[in-house]
């Protein structure tokens, strides 16, 4: 049988630590939640595996490392409100909700969706609101958003999640590189309403359904 508690010291002692996630704040909420909860039972004993773990339906949860530092780099404030984009079981969520004042999350999988929100009521995580729409508009009803996660990679951020940044806004995405190619994790921030992005690491994180670029006209 797997000891969680035990495995979960040592993702933070052996993935997290050494690659740059010192967040005292972050690192306390990951140590205290409980990660395989957030899966099917049938893959939870690699609950703390240092990679993406399926969720089913062609969707992962992200891996530790890469989740944390992007959580890190959009310095949640405890009076933030956050978007999470793609939140299959809650995970992503989960840990911003210890962070922030309230998250939405936004997912179009019903099965994940309904998945997550029992997990997160069992957890008593009650400042997470679930939204069911399209990952690609974002979450208009409740913008704009201090914080906004993606939690899987994309080709392209839709102008309409940007639309939906505070001023003085974060949002934290890996973008998908060439096929074959890694992806980069980035972090955006808008000021004086402008969005601007700078790279961060690189990242393999599996791509999020629902992110197509805009068509490419051809003559």
Do not use: C
């Not at 890469?66 to 956050?82: F, G, H, N």
Request: glycine share 10%; charged share 20%; net charge neutral.
């Amino acid at each position: 049988m797997t000891d969680f508690a035990l495995a979960r010291r040592n993702m933070i002692d052996g993935q997290l630590r050494p690659n740059k996630v010192t967040n005292p704040l972050l690192l306390a909420a990951i140590g205290e939640l409980p990660r395989e909860r957030f899966l099917p039972e049938a893959v939870r004993s690699v609950a703390y595996a240092d990679d993406d773990v399926p969720l089913g339906s062609g969707r992962y949860l992200m891996e530790p490392m890469v989740l944390a530092r992007l959580i890190q780099a959009l310095q949640p404030q405890p009076e933030d409100r956050a978007l999470v984009v793609g939140a299959g079981r809650g995970y992503g969520a989960a840990l911003l909700a210890r962070l922030v004042k309230a998250v939405t999350a936004l997912e179009n999988d019903q099965a994940l969706a309904a998945a997550g929100a029992q997990i997160t009521r069992d957890l008593a995580l009650d400042n997470i609101h679930w939204v069911a729409g399209k990952l690609e508009l974002g979450g208009p009803t409740s913008a704009p958003y201090e914080v906004v996660l993606i939690e899987g990679a994309v080709r392209q951020v839709p102008q309409a999640i940007f639309d939906q940044l505070a001023e003085g806004g974060r949002l934290a995405v890996t973008v998908s590189g060439a096929p074959g190619a890694m992806g980069v994790a980035q972090i955006f921030v808008k000021e004086g309403g402008i969005t601007s992005g700078r790279p961060l690491f690189e990242a393999g994180t599996p791509l999020l359904p629902g992110f197509a670029p805009p068509p490419r006209f051809t003559f």
